[in-house]
């Protein structure tokens, strides 16, 4: 007889009760940008702060006699869940501010934030408070990362283990570990994590950027997030190359394994030469970019998608840049904007589309397939030729001069097959809606790979604000199983993961 899961429910909800004392601490920190810049909603998001914080404790201290030991499910229904409880708290100051004052709305707009996809569904971003504006931009820069990483690394201090965690929440189809000891590892990420964000902070600043715009484009650069403080995205300083060139090399390093910026950092510089998944995340962009800038440059007119300012260092140049940024920004999911790339010719179009498949390196805060899995994949597919030639041949799989398990080839091959079906399932949901062809294909695709800009009437110079309350939990729901990497949240949905055996 098939016996019910006994699950520790008390860590499950202390852990909860843990993240949303973080949520609530970072809401008072945004109420503190709201003071300084008397924009009128202080108040608003200090009680916003508080009344989180106060469930918070609440949570941890009711559930503090708990058993510290957490298993792999417990693990998993604490990673899931945890992002919903992050996304339904983290909606409140928009609530509460009026900023989004449609409950359906502002829980679209925080989990858009927390899976670093950058969606929106605000008309007119400019007129927003700035204390909402940053708590809005600190939802990427937590989510980028993982909140849960983050608090792996005090758990030591809370008598509790959290490798489980850190299993299901690494991005990627494994863990690379810089220290023996996970809470170590957290600690180096999210110290390279941050000083990332304060030097591209200062980067932007010099550049001529506002303190206030500069800090915001850097957590949501480093989260490759995408959410902006202007209206028409990046492009609202096309004028300055400068800074468009400052976020593609923060895009770049964010879309990389920040395995290897430690690497880089300790001086290990042949480890990242060496690296497989860098080298060919070096040439997709290298090749895109190629293509890209010559078809701008032959066929597109610049002056008219560039949204709000024309070149300023000749078509060349431009063209160049444009095609960098926004081949890196799709790449990476960042999703900024620097031009409207629907308006550069149908293949570029349709280039752009498959782009949003491909994913940055695992071990980044990049969304996508991730390009490592593809790397397996198209090994793989070349050793099949070799294998119907060869039956009796034994022909593994090398990455990094390493033979990979059949084991983990399967486990890619299922995940990419598992993400088609979600695509396919996502794009059929919102055809449903009554959205065309194009629209559903592209906002599936975004959703799904944490991206932001769409195709049709979710193009680059457009938002969400289209999509009715179903439209907006459904893609809440792709935002979600696309940041967790599909496994962590649809193995919820089977049966066997609630019973003993």
Same mark, same amino acid.
Request: charged letters at 10%; glycine letters at 10%; aromatic letters at 16%.
């Given at each position: 007889?098939?016996?019910?899961?006994?699950?520790?429910?008390?860590?499950?909800?202390?852990?909860?009760?843990?993240?949303?004392?973080?949520?609530?601490?970072?809401?008072?920190?945004?109420?503190?940008?709201?003071?300084?810049?008397?924009?009128?909603?202080?108040?608003?998001?200090?009680?916003?702060?508080?009344?989180?914080?106060?469930?918070?404790?609440?949570?941890?201290?009711?559930?503090?006699?708990?058993?510290?030991?957490?298993?792999?499910?417990?693990?998993?229904?604490?990673?899931?869940?945890?992002?919903?409880?992050?996304?339904?708290?983290?909606?409140?100051?928009?609530?509460?501010?009026?900023?989004?004052?449609?409950?359906?709305?502002?829980?679209?707009?925080?989990?858009?934030?927390?899976?670093?996809?950058?969606?929106?569904?605000?008309?007119?971003?400019?007129?927003?408070?700035?204390?909402?504006?940053?708590?809005?931009?600190?939802?990427?820069?937590?989510?980028?990362?993982?909140?849960?990483?983050?608090?792996?690394?005090?758990?030591?201090?809370?008598?509790?283990?959290?490798?489980?965690?850190?299993?299901?929440?690494?991005?990627?189809?494994?863990?690379?570990?810089?220290?023996?000891?996970?809470?170590?590892?957290?600690?180096?990420?999210?110290?390279?994590?941050?000083?990332?964000?304060?030097?591209?902070?200062?980067?932007?600043?010099?550049?001529?950027?506002?303190?206030?715009?500069?800090?915001?484009?850097?957590?949501?650069?480093?989260?490759?997030?995408?959410?902006?403080?202007?209206?028409? /995205?990046?492009? #609202?300083?096309?004028?300055? $190359?400068?800074?468009?060139?400052?976020?593609?090399?923060? &895009? !770049? @390093?964010? %879309?990389?394994?920040?395995?290897?910026?430690?690497?880089?950092?300790?001086?290990?510089?042949?480890?990242?030469?060496?690296?497989?998944?860098?080298?060919?995340?070096?040439?997709?962009?290298?090749?895109?970019?190629?293509?890209?800038?010559?078809?701008?440059?032959?066929?597109?007119?610049?002056?008219?998608?560039?949204?709000?300012?024309?070149?300023?260092?000749?078509?060349?140049?431009?063209?160049?840049?444009?095609?960098?940024?926004?081949?890196?920004?799709?790449?990476?999911?960042?999703?900024?904007? /620097?031009?409207? #790339?629907?308006?550069?010719? $149908?293949?570029?179009?349709?280039?752009?589309?498959?782009? &949003? !498949? @491909?994913? %940055?390196?695992?071990?980044?805060?990049?969304?996508?397939?991730?390009?490592?899995?593809?790397?397996?994949?198209?090994?793989?597919?070349?050793?099949?030729?070799?294998?119907?030639?060869?039956?009796?041949?034994?022909?593994?799989?090398?990455?990094?001069?390493?033979?990979?398990?059949?084991?983990?080839?399967?486990?890619?091959?299922?995940?990419?097959?598992?993400?088609?079906?979600?695509?396919?399932?996502?794009?059929?949901?919102?055809?449903?809606?009554?959205?065309?062809?194009?629209?559903?294909?592209?906002?599936?695709?975004?959703?799904?790979?944490?991206?932001?800009?769409?195709?049709?009437?979710?193009?680059?110079?457009?938002?969400?604000?289209?999509?009715?309350?179903?439209?907006?939990?459904?893609?809440?729901?792709?935002?979600?199983?696309?940041?967790?990497?599909?496994?962590?949240?649809?193995?919820?949905?089977?049966?066997?993961?609630?019973?003993?055996?």
């Amino acid at each position: 007889m098939r016996k019910r899961l006994h699950l520790n429910y008390k860590i499950i909800f202390y852990f909860f009760g843990l993240l949303l004392v973080f949520n609530g601490g970072f809401m008072l920190l945004s109420s503190l940008v709201s003071l300084i810049y008397q924009d009128g909603v202080t108040l608003q998001i200090f009680l916003s702060g508080i009344v989180t914080l106060i469930f918070g404790l609440f949570g941890m201290l009711h559930h503090r006699n708990h058993n510290k030991e957490m298993n792999k499910r417990e693990g998993y229904i604490v990673v899931a869940f945890g992002w919903v409880v992050m996304s339904l708290s983290g909606a409140i100051p928009y609530v509460a501010t009026g900023a989004i004052p449609n409950f359906t709305s502002a829980f679209f707009e925080t989990m858009s934030g927390f899976t670093t996809t950058g969606a929106s569904i605000l008309n007119d971003i400019e007129v927003v408070p700035k204390g909402v504006l940053f708590w809005r931009s600190l939802t990427h820069w937590i989510g980028g990362m993982g909140i849960i990483v983050l608090a792996v690394a005090i758990l030591p201090l809370l008598g509790i283990g959290g490798m489980q965690l850190f299993a299901a929440e690494a991005p990627g189809p494994s863990a690379d570990k810089l220290h023996p000891r996970i809470t170590d590892t957290a600690k180096r990420l999210w110290l390279i994590y941050f000083g990332y964000t304060a030097a591209e902070t200062i980067l932007l600043k010099v550049a001529g950027m506002s303190f206030f715009d500069a800090i915001n484009h850097s957590m949501s650069t480093l989260s490759t997030g995408g959410f902006s403080t202007k209206n028409a /995205s990046v492009a #609202y300083w096309n004028d300055n $190359p400068l800074i468009q060139y400052i976020i593609i090399l923060f &895009m !770049f @390093l964010a %879309g990389t394994n920040f395995v290897l910026s430690y690497y880089a950092f300790k001086g290990k510089v042949q480890k990242i030469i060496k690296d497989e998944e860098f080298k060919l995340y070096f040439k997709f962009i290298a090749v895109f970019t190629l293509v890209a800038s010559l078809l701008i440059y032959f066929k597109a007119d610049i002056s008219m998608s560039s949204i709000s300012h024309p070149q300023v260092l000749g078509e060349g140049e431009s063209a160049f840049r444009h095609a960098l940024f926004q081949v890196l920004t799709v790449v990476t999911t960042t999703g900024f904007i /620097s031009a409207d #790339y629907s308006l550069w010719t $149908p293949f570029l179009t349709v280039m752009f589309f498959g782009l &949003m !498949f @491909l994913g %940055g390196s695992a071990g980044s805060t990049s969304g996508g397939v991730k390009v490592v899995r593809h790397l397996v994949m198209i090994k793989n597919g070349f050793l099949e030729f070799k294998r119907t030639l060869h039956p009796n041949a034994i022909l593994p799989v090398r990455y990094n001069r390493k033979s990979v398990s059949g084991i983990i080839v399967f486990n890619i091959l299922g995940f990419f097959i598992l993400y088609m079906i979600s695509f396919i399932t996502g794009a059929l949901g919102f055809s449903m809606m009554g959205f065309d062809f194009e629209s559903s294909i592209g906002i599936a695709a975004s959703s799904l790979g944490n991206v932001g800009p769409a195709l049709g009437v979710f193009g680059p110079v457009n938002n969400y604000a289209a999509l009715p309350p179903i439209g907006l939990w459904w893609s809440s729901f792709l935002m979600l199983i696309g940041r967790l990497e599909l496994f962590t949240v649809l193995i919820l949905f089977t049966p066997f993961f609630w019973r003993n055996r």
